[in-house]
């Protein structure tokens, strides 16, 4: 069965960086175009990044996260990151991991990672 496994998250004071994983299972994950979101507490669901499939030619971002975050992937690991930069207390969420099925719809998630920053 599809699995998706996230990583990385913890406590980063303003202006720091981390780099979140999510560990993917059970599918062949360079045939998925993959993505990433957050949820802040009392927000909604928020798309943070989405990366092609296949070696990840093409990534879009959130306005909010554009030129600090990074989505990336390494097929032969079967592995997303997202790398973040600058960090900003805003930036503080549940963030998620997602497959993208063929219909542009996110069919499978993680079960999030925590990110707080926070001095």
């Known amino acids: 069965q599809v699995q998706l496994v996230e990583s990385g998250g913890g406590l980063v004071q303003p202006g720091g960086s981390l780099r979140l994983s999510c560990a993917a299972s059970?599918?062949?994950?360079?045939?998925?175009?993959m993505s990433w979101h957050r949820q802040a507490p009392g927000k909604e669901r928020e798309l943070v990044a989405v990366?092609?499939?296949?070696?990840?030619?093409?990534?879009n971002y959130a306005d909010s996260v554009k030129g600090r975050f990074t989505i990336f992937r390494d097929d032969a690991k079967n592995t997303l990151y997202l790398q973040m930069n600058s960090l900003k207390p805003e930036d503080t969420a549940v963030y998620y991991c997602?497959?993208?099925?063929?219909?542009?719809?996110?069919?499978?998630w993680g079960q999030g990672t925590q990110v707080t920053v926070s001095s």
């Open positions: 990366i092609s499939s296949a070696g990840g030619i093409t990534a």
């Open positions: 997602a497959r993208r099925n063929y219909r542009n719809y996110d069919d499978n």
């Open positions: 059970g599918f062949t994950f360079s045939s998925y175009a």
